[in-house]
Every structure is written in C-alpha cells, then in structure tokens.
C-alpha cells in the first residue's frame, strides 16, 4: 500500500476511534430520574430528564415541550417529533445525541447543503418562545426517544412549579 494510502487509513480509524469515545447513547436507566429541584426532574448526570409515574403522569417541564415542540418545531420535524420528509425524526436524533448538542444545534442551527440538497435547521438563539423553553423542549424530546411517552398531548401532567413561573417571567421579559 502507497505510504499516502496508509496515512489516510490510520487517520479514518483514528477518526471513527474518536467518534465512538465521544458517542453518546441515551436510554432509560441513563436518563432515569435521581434528583427533583422543585418540580425540575434531573438524571445522575446533573441533566434535565422527564419523569413520568405510573399512571402516565407527565413532569410539567415534559408537558410544556410538548406545547413548544408542537408549535415551534413540529412543521418541519413531524407532529410529536416522528420527523418528516425533509427534517430528521428527532425520536431517534435523541437517541445518540447529547442534551450539549441539542442546545447548541438549536441556537446556532445548521445548514447541509451537500449532495445537491437543500436541508436547513434554522437557528434559533433569538426566538424566546423556543430558548425560554430549551430544557423543556429537549426532556419532551428525551421522553419520546428513550422514555415510552406515546404521540400526542400527555393526559395527565404535575401542576405548574412555582420555579417554572418564575423562570418563565424572567426570560421572556428580559
Ligand atoms: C424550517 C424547518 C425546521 C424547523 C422549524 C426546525 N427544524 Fe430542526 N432541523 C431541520 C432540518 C432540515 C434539519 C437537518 C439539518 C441537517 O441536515 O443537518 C434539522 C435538524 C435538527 C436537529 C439535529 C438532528 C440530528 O439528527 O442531527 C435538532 C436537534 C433539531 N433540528 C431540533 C429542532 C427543534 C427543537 C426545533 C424547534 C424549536 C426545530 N428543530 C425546528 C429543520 C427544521
């Protein structure tokens, strides 16, 4: 083999190498619920999570991405996050991908425009009704994912926190 040929080869394998140490694989016992801030549910990580009792009642940060996801994001990735035609299904996005890049994905968003396709995710770091509501937006998502939460609105939900009020009012005034 060219010596050319084998640099390329040992920089693809050092490049799936660090692929994998950097890959992240969510599902429940990882996005399990261990601490609960005031009606704000977090996984042994320190990570936003959902929590849904056996009854099917959703945490309240759960309920309101649902809302945000099916006002702001649902006509480009699908009702529910089932994805579309032309924008990923984000049920399996948030399967592999870590809550820092879903944050960073949303703000900046993102442009591929290879393959003559046209496949733009907007960014959305100035739109308060999307950034107010990320962490609500991204535990739905985790929800629907890895969680067993069925498509459409959640029957049942915790009452609203009065944490969630507060936030609210300060982010969207600010
Ligand atoms: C105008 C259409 C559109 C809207 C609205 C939209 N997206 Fe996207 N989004 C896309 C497209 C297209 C892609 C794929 C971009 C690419 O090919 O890299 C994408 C990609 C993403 C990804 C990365 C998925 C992956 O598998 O890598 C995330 C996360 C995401 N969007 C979240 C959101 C959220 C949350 C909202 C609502 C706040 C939203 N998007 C609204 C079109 C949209």
């Not at 992240?24 to 990882?30: I, M, P, V």
């Not at 099916?70 to 809550?99: I, Q, R, W």
Request: proline residues 4%.
């Amino acid at each position: 083999m060219p010596v050319r040929m084998k640099q390329v080869c040992v920089a693809i394998i050092l490049g799936l190498l660090a692929g994998t140490v950097h890959s992240h694989a969510d599902d429940k016992e990882t996005a399990a619920a261990v601490t609960d801030e005031d009606g704000k549910y977090f996984d042994k990580d320190g990570t936003p999570t959902f929590n849904i009792k056996e009854d099917g009642t959703v945490d309240w940060y759960t309920y309101s991405g649902y809302r945000r996801f099916n006002s702001e994001c649902h006509v480009c990735h699908g009702a529910d996050g089932a994805g579309s035609t032309f924008a990923p299904a984000l049920v399996n996005s948030l399967k592999t991908m870590s809550y820092a890049d879903f944050l960073s994905t949303v703000a900046e968003g993102r442009k591929n425009l290879s393959a003559g396709k046209e496949s733009v995710m907007p960014a959305f770091g100035e739109n308060k009704n999307v950034y107010c509501y990320l962490d609500d937006i991204y535990v739905y998502l985790r929800a629907r994912a890895v969680g067993d939460l069925p498509r459409g609105r959640p029957a049942k939900k915790e009452d609203k926190p009065e944490a969630a009020r507060e936030q609210e009012a300060s982010c969207m005034g600010g």
